[in-house]
């Protein structure tokens, strides 16, 4: 019997995965889980709408979702339509892929107000993932603030900054690039709670902004170290180098007065958010100042606030845990040894490792727990259903599954409907999706 693997979660650690075990053992029968009908996870719903060439990475996970021994169900969730514990029994081996979708959140008071969002909510809805069609982020604003320091948090002020030109090329939903073009949004501060040094944005990202068609950055000369100083001195040559490069860029920004664009991107160091100011919604932010003492942000006492209506906390994300799995709950994520959680059970990605790294770090989980399962099994698969056995459970349990094929046919829709430069006109709700392909 070859192999019976399900795959929950279809984003990049997925996809590695799937890649890796097709080549170690390729008579090894793989089935993708996917909650939503669209494959690619984060590629798809996080990496942002206006760098297309970043999303191009799911053209190579395609090859693989069409191989010959690989199926897709998507629209198919772990623990609303089958059970890890069914999966277990129905598979060989069932690897972990989902990520860690959820919004870290901020716990300052004030922050449940209207006009704070998290970023996985925020780069959510523009980015048309369905759980976020409904969000209502309140753009009639003139000023924002955007908290944090990596490129998420750049993602999230270069989409509110874009112009309606810039919009157009990306693939923004029509109903978000309506919302963002209406807004009279002037001024969005980013706030990095230790310095320019120890920023997490890459240096293509910052640079980025500087060729914004309305949109000029600000920095303040004032918070630029003249060098790196002597806590990087350990820093290994190409980690130094990116920090020496977003410092040249930041002092070329110091030199621009706010009057050359009508629109500004602020970046702002040494401050942590403390109070969200107003009354139902917000009215403002205050800031404690900060000073960095061994590598750490230390509250200074010295508060200071921003007129501004919309907060967006890019703080990191966070997975849940799931039913049926151990969780750590100190560390967000299901506990395992390089992968392997239990006989049988294996995790990659983000629900394996934490939120962090790029698209590419997650390839290294695929082949570690490609190996593992390949060991594991030294005389090929049990006695388990696999595919014909999930596909027994969904029917008698009413669930419409979405094949690769069915999403290919959205996929071509999408291409399709797109207008002008834009790349593809999302679907952004379930329903839309399902009612395209069955009517
Ligand atoms: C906003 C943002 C922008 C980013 N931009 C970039 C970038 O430009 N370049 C770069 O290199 N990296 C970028 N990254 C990082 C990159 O996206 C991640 O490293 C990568 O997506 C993590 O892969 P993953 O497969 O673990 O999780 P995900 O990509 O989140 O995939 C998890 C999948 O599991 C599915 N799933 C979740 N729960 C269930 C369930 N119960 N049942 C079935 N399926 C489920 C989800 O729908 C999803 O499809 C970005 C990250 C974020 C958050």
């Known amino acids: 019997m070859p192999?019976?693997?399900?795959?929950?979660?279809?984003?990049?650690?997925?996809?590695y995965t799937a890649d890796a075990l097709m080549r170690a053992c390729p008579e090894c029968e793989?089935?993708?889980?996917?909650?939503?009908?669209?494959?690619?996870?984060?590629i798809r719903g996080g990496v942002a709408p206006d760098h297309q060439t970043t999303k191009k990475v799911a053209k190579k996970y395609e090859r693989t979702a069409l191989m010959e021994h690989v199926d897709?169900?998507?629209?198919?969730?772990?623990?609303?339509?089958v059970s890890l514990q069914e999966f277990?029994?129905?598979?060989?081996?069932?690897?972990?892929?989902?990520?860690?979708?959820?919004d870290k959140k901020m716990t300052i008071p004030g922050s449940d107000k209207y006009g704070v969002v998290g970023s996985a909510a925020f780069v959510g809805w523009y980015n048309g993932h369905p759980d976020f069609r409904d969000l209502d982020p309140g753009l009639n604003i003139d000023t924002a603030a955007v908290i944090g320091n990596g490129n998420v948090a750049m993602d999230v002020a270069r989409v509110l900054l874009r112009s309606?030109?810039?919009?157009?090329?990306?693939?923004?939903?029509?109903h978000v690039a309506a919302r963002i073009s209406a807004s009279p949004i002037k001024d969005v501060y980013m706030y990095g709670?230790?310095?320019?040094?120890?920023?997490?944005?890459?240096?293509?990202?910052?640079?980025?902004?500087k060729n914004l068609n309305h949109t000029v950055p600000m920095v303040?000369?004032?918070q630029l170290p003249d060098d790196l100083g002597a806590a990087f001195g350990n820093l290994d040559s190409r980690d130094r180098r990116l920090r020496e490069r977003n410092l040249k860029s930041l002092r070329e920004y110091a030199a621009f007065t706010g009057e050359e664009k009508p629109k500004r991107l602020h970046f702002e160091f040494y401050a942590s958010p403390v109070e969200i100011l107003g009354g139902e919604r917000v009215e403002g932010l205050r800031l404690e100042k900060t000073r960095v003492v061994d590598g750490r942000a230390e509250g200074t006492g010295e508060t200071f606030d921003l007129a501004c209506g919309l907060v967006v906390a890019a703080i990191g994300y966070r997975s849940d845990p799931i039913e049926g799995a151990p969780y750590d709950e100190a560390r967000g994520i299901i506990p395992n040894k390089e992968g392997r959680v239990s006989e049988g059970l294996y995790a990659v990605g983000w629900i394996k490792r934490g939120p962090s790294g790029v698209i590419s770090s997650n390839r290294p989980d695929g082949e570690i727990v490609a190996g593992f399962i390949h060991d594991?099994?030294?005389?090929?698969?049990?006695?388990k259903p696999g595919r014909a056995g999930l596909e027994k459970l969904l029917k008698e349990r009413d669930v419409r599954w979405v094949s690769f094929a069915d999403w290919q046919k959205l996929e071509a829709m999408e291409l399709e409907n797109a207008e002008g430069p834009a790349p593809r006109k999302k679907f952004v709700t379930i329903e839309e999706m399902l009612n395209a392909l069955d009517g």
């Open 376 to 383: 594991d099994f030294p005389n090929g698969g049990g006695n």
């Open 220 to 222: 303040r000369a004032e």
């Open 193 to 209: 709670r230790r310095g320019p040094v120890e920023a997490k944005f890459t240096n293509v990202e910052l640079r980025e902004i």
């Open 164 to 174: 309606p030109e810039g919009l157009a090329k990306s693939d923004v939903p029509d």
């Open 30 to 42: 793989i089935n993708f889980i996917e909650r939503l009908p669209s494959p690619y996870g984060l």
């Open 88 to 102: 277990s029994e129905l598979y060989d081996a069932v690897v972990l892929a989902v990520g860690a979708p959820n």
């Open 3 to 15: 192999l019976s693997i399900a795959i929950i979660g279809s984003g990049p650690a997925g996809f």
């Open 72 to 81: 897709y169900y998507g629209n198919v969730e772990l623990n609303r339509d």
